[in-house]
C-alpha cells in the first residue's frame, strides 16, 4: 500500500479548502467555524463535568506525566496567547454582515 507524500495530501489540502472557500463563500466558512468552536465548547464542558464530578481520583494519581519544563511552559502560553488570536474573529463575522 503506497501512502502520499506529504507535498501532495498539502497541495490536495489546500486545494479542497480553496474550493470549499470559492463554493460556499467566506461567510459559510465563518459559519462552519463557530459552529465547530461551540461543539468544541461543549465537549470540553463536558469532559471537565466528568472529572469534576468523578469521586475516585487515584487513576490521576498514577499516571506520569514527564513533561520538560520548557514543553509545560509553552502550553500555557499558548492557552493563553490563543485568547487575543479569538479577536479577528468577530471583526471577519462583523465585516460579513449586510449593511
Known sequence: MSTLSYELALIVTALVI???VLL???RAVILTDVIQSG???????????????QTDLSALHALEANLP????????????LSIFA???RYQLVFASKDV
Open 69 to 80: 519544563l520548557g514543553e509545560v511552559v509553552g502550553f500555557v502560553l499558548f492557552g493563553i
Open 18 to 20: 480553496l474550493i470549499y
Open 39 to 53: 461543539i468544541m465548547l461543549a465537549l470540553l464542558s463536558l469532559v471537565a463535568w466528568g472529572a469534576y464530578t
Open 86 to 88: 479569538a479577536s479577528d
Open 24 to 26: 460556499s463563500g467566506f
